[in-house]
């Protein structure tokens, strides 16, 4: 009870709280980029995954993390995802980090968050930030 108030607490701020236990429901996508051929409406399997993610929200605006796995698990490709295929939330929270932080490779959906929410900012290629919801 203590972490969601915490959580919704940061949603005033709009900062996730490190030591907030959040589910993909409670999260929200967003860019703030607007990259010149953001424009495109197809989404290539063969483009690297981070931009379909960038892509999928600039069109659709901020969204729900569960909805945006939803959609990045149809378009990215399953070799491309391995060995996330099982779990495509936290394939997307992963994307969303990029290069920023560094995710040991087994780290699970929380430690991810926990990650996620220390940075400084969006990220810089693709303006991707997560947010709480």
């Not at 490709?77 to 495509?88: C, L, N, S, T």
């Amino acid at each position: 009870m203590a972490e969601r108030r915490a959580a919704r607490k940061q949603t005033a701020t709009g900062r996730l709280d490190p030591d907030g236990t959040y589910t993909a429901e409670d999260l929200v996508v967003a860019t703030d980029r607007d990259l010149p051929w953001s424009d495109a409406r197809e989404l290539d399997p063969e483009l690297p995954a981070r931009e379909i993610v960038y892509r999928i929200v600039r069109r659709r605006g901020p969204m729900g993390l569960a909805a945006l796995a939803r959609e990045v698990a149809a378009a990215v490709p399953a070799a491309e995802r391995a060995p996330y295929v099982g779990d495509p939330v936290l394939f997307t929270v992963r994307l969303i980090i990029g290069q920023r932080g560094e995710l040991p490779a087994l780290a699970d959906f929380a430690s991810a968050v926990r990650l996620a929410a220390q940075l400084d900012g969006p990220d810089p290629d693709y303006g991707l930030v997560l947010l709480p919801a």
